[in-house]
């Protein structure tokens, strides 16, 4: 089941529990929990099985025609289950009837790292398109994609 959920602690306590178990996407405990902190005061999406919640994503607007997919995570038990796709699917129909007209979303440059690849697949398959790498926005080591994807 695929749910907004508004209540800011809720919010808090579903990023903690899929982000610490995602700890190869998310090791760094500062950015972390910096996406912990931050999923608060976004739009949040979360999946639910088994009366228990094994992902999110949430959106957090960058212009007023703009809004990013700023994070998301899916427990590793359930990736390629179709949960990701349907996290994905009900943050851009949010993204759509509160009139935003582009999405975009953050990741590591493709050939870096095999898992970053399987994202920037993921990414490509919900319709993202590259927009700009930039080299050094993170480190040298993770060169920062930028995909983007019209939404009218």
């Not at 949960?83 to 590591?108: C, H, P, W």
């Amino acid at each position: 089941m695929i749910e907004q959920i508004f209540d800011k602690d809720a919010k808090r306590t579903i990023a903690r529990k899929v982000l610490e178990a995602l700890r190869e996407w998310f090791e760094v405990d500062e950015s972390r929990e910096q996406y912990i902190r931050e999923s608060a005061d976004q739009i949040f999406i979360a999946a639910k099985e088994n009366d228990e919640y094994v992902g999110f994503l949430c959106l957090k607007e960058t212009g007023n025609a703009t809004v990013e997919l700023a994070v998301m995570g899916v427990l590793k038990e359930y990736h390629r289950s179709g949960i990701g796709r349907q996290l994905f699917e009900k943050a851009k129909a949010i993204a759509v009837e509160n009139d935003y007209s582009f999405m975009q979303v953050k990741t590591v440059q493709m050939g870096k790292y095999e898992d970053y690849d399987k994202t920037n697949m993921f990414y490509i398959s919900c319709g993202f398109k590259e927009f700009e790498v930039f080299p050094t926005l993170w480190d040298e080591d993770n060169p920062c994609q930028i995909y983007v994807m019209s939404l009218s």
